[in-house]
Every structure is written in structure tokens, then in C-alpha cells.
């Protein structure tokens, strides 16, 4: 009887963390970026009650007898397929198409998202709603990326090729190679910089941190 009402109980204990994971993505229906979830149930151990015997010339085999114990989580499995295209109007707003996730930086930490809604903050710096600095590379004269992650900006310093004494930025846009371009009052468009991407091994690996972002971990890759 014990055996039973355990069983039933683990039962409804995994069904409840299952409504919870469809509730969050219910809610999440119109969030940039979000990833839906799904739940991946397992039983647990068996109890042995007889275990299993070999033929002999006097009596044929038996198969083990065992009583299960209910069920469990196992995992909890995000779906990362590319969610359908939206055409915004905004030129901070962009997508990836195909794998990766953008890089923010958020104090000393990089988070990765797939949300893409950007947008350039009082001193130009391009940022998630949150406020986290997105990450790119800046460019050599022949346009390859150069060093290491960047805060990207709309910085004329970046600007290759230079920018001459008294030149101003009039517009800029985002490319589809994830380029930073400015166009400038003496009729020269010029690079800012490249946002970076990241890919990893193991996406499903990654810990969910909040604000439609992830962190790395021991498994991500």
C-alpha cells in the first residue's frame, strides 16, 4: 500500500514540475528571444522482488519480478531552434540566423541571448534592454576583427578607415554580416566594428541566468 501511494505521489510531484515548465513557456509566448522547455520524465529504481533464473534440464527459465517505484525528472530539455523572422523596423534590432547566441558583457560576466533587441544608450554604446553591453570586435583596415571582445559602439574612434578632424557621423546601420557601419558628412562609410557570436558544443548545457540570457557551465562546452 505504501509502495502504491509513493508511487502516486512521485507521479504527481513530476506532472506538477511539468505544468510549471508549460506555464513558464505560455507566458514567455511573446518574450524576444525566449527558448521554450520541455520535460523528460524517467522511473525510478525497481525493487527486486525475484530475480531472474537460467534453464536447467528440469525446468525452463523465469524472468526477474520487480515492482516499480514511480517516476522522476530527468531533464529538462530547451528546444533552440530558430524562432521565425520579424521585421521590426528599428535598425537595432537584429537576429541570428541559424546557430549561436550574441555575447553581452554584465559587469565582469558574459551572458549569451539569442534576444537581439538592441539599441544604443546615451553614450553609444549598443545594449540590451537590460542595459548589458553588447560584445563585438573591432576591425584592421582590411575589415578582418581584431583582438579581443569589445563593448560596441558608435565610437568615430573605431572608425575604419579613420575619421579626419571635423568629420561627423550623419546615420549608421547594421549589416547582415553583423557589421557596424556609419556613414559620414564627407560622403565615406565607414566600419565600427563586427558583433561577436558564440557557439557552443552543448547548448542545452548552458544555465538559464534570467533576462532571456545564459551562462556557461561544466557541460555546456
Do not use: C, W
Not at 525497481?46 to 519480478?65: C, F, V
Not at 557589421?179 to 566594428?193: A, P, S, Y
Amino acid at each position: 500500500m505504501l509502495r502504491s501511494l509513493f508511487a502516486g505521489i512521485s507521479g504527481l510531484r513530476v506532472h506538477q514540475t511539468m505544468l510549471d515548465v508549460t506555464g513558464n513557456n505560455i507566458a514567455n509566448a511573446n518574450t524576444i528571444g525566449y527558448k521554450s522547455s520541455s520535460t523528460i520524465f524517467q522511473d525510478t529504481l525497481s525493487q527486486m522482488l525475484t530475480g531472474a533464473s537460467g534453464a536447467t534440464p528440469d525446468r525452463g527459465g523465469s524472468n526477474p519480478i520487480q515492482i516499480g517505484l514511480g517516476v522522476q525528472l530527468a531533464a529538462t530539455a530547451t528546444n533552440f531552434l530558430q524562432g521565425s523572422t520579424q521585421t521590426t523596423g528599428r535598425l537595432t534590432d537584429v537576429m541570428l540566423q541559424g546557430d549561436g547566441f550574441f555575447v553581452t558583457r554584465k559587469g565582469n560576466e558574459n551572458l549569451y541571448t539569442r534576444a537581439g533587441a538592441f539599441t544604443f544608450d546615451e553614450g553609444g554604446n549598443l545594449v540590451s534592454p537590460t542595459g548589458n553591453y553588447v560584445q563585438g570586435y573591432l576591425l584592421d583596415a582590411a575589415g578582418n576583427p581584431t583582438g579581443g571582445l569589445v563593448d560596441m559602439s558608435l565610437d568615430p574612434a573605431n572608425a575604419v578607415p579613420a575619421v579626419p578632424v571635423g568629420v561627423e557621423m550623419t546615420s549608421y546601420s547594421i549589416g547582415s554580416d553583423g557589421k557596424i557601419r556609419g556613414v559620414f558628412d564627407d560622403g565615406v562609410q565607414r566600419e565600427l566594428g563586427q558583433l561577436a557570436i558564440a557557439d557552443f558544443d552543448n547548448p542545452m548545457g548552458l544555465e538559464k541566468v534570467g533576462e532571456t540570457s545564459f551562462r556557461e557551465s561544466a557541460n555546456s562546452g
